[in-house]
């Protein structure tokens, strides 16, 4: 009945996903350690594996039509994946297991949630205003940021909140890169966002599976799940109102974590 439970959570996650493209962390994570009682450790470890495995599907798609724009994934990643490697080491350093370790991660995880709560109502308030402002702007003008180091800047903080969290890929991205590459349009920010979270993930995934911090059956059973459930959110996306779902996704991702910064 267990093995069912948490298919069902990666089938939810997976439609959620495939419904409005909120990183699958911002979910899977408080629904391990709420809903199982996991070891934050443990959940953060198996959930960014199970964003790699669930993103890189979803790249693939995408970079057969052609919609990622590889500068701005490459300007991003030279920020990131540099910075989650050096939060490896540290966790490495002081005990990912430990008690104050686990009780940063979850201060930061609560923090991280929050801040994806108010990019996802960003996103639903602000985000067919991006659109419109993009239409008609020339693609290699577009792709240019407002300064070449703020996306490495950026891609530096998330890199260690999704190491610490596996928070921050998904709505906190697209809000960077919204901010960063104005003339963007929002179709090529979410691809750029999803593609760019691939790398990030498998290689704090990797490391945390080095630390032993991963659960390679859970992580099994919820990708189980979550496959066909972003094929059935991708396809319910357009019968249901993405503005309403992003509203209501926000309020829980900040009660989730106010949550845990009071654990």
């Not at 994570?29 to 070891?39: E, V, Y």
């Not at 991006?130 to 998330?158: E, M, S, Y």
């Not at 960077?176 to 750029?192: E, F, G, K, N, T």
């Not at 059935?232 to 992003?246: C, V």
């Amino acid at each position: 009945m267990h093995d069912l439970a948490f298919v069902l959570a990666g089938l939810f996650v997976g439609v959620v996903v495939g419904l409005t493209g909120v990183g699958g962390g911002s979910l899977m994570t408080p629904i391990l350690i709420f809903f199982f009682g996991m070891k934050p450790h443990l959940a953060i470890g198996t959930d960014l594996l199970f964003a790699a495995g669930t993103k890189l599907s979803g790249s693939i798609k995408l970079a057969r039509s052609r919609t990622i724009d590889w500068p701005v994934v490459l300007l991003m990643a030279l920020g990131s994946v540099p910075a989650s490697m050096l939060t490896l080491l540290a966790l490495e350093h002081f005990g990912a297991t430990s008690p104050a370790v686990q009780k940063a991660m979850t201060t930061t995880l609560g923090v991280a949630l929050l801040l994806t709560a108010v990019a996802t109502l960003y996103k639903a308030l602000f985000g067919q205003k991006q659109g419109a402002q993009a239409a008609g702007t020339d693609p290699a003008a577009a792709a240019r940021p407002t300064h070449k180091a703020l996306p490495v800047i950026f891609g530096a903080v998330i890199g260690v909140l999704v190491t610490l969290t596996s928070v921050g890929a998904g709505a906190i991205g697209v809000l960077v890169l919204m901010l960063v590459y104005p003339a963007l349009p929002l179709q090529r920010i979410v691809a750029a966002d999803i593609a760019h979270a691939v790398p990030l993930t498998l290689v704090a995934g990797l490391g945390h599976a080095g630390l032993g911090t991963v659960d390679w059956w859970l992580l099994a059973k919820l990708l189980a799940g979550s496959i066909p459930g972003i094929w059935l959110g991708s396809h319910l996306n357009h019968k249901l109102p993405e503005r309403f779902i992003r509203s209501v996704l926000s309020l829980l991702l900040a009660y989730a974590g106010t949550k845990l910064i009071a654990i």
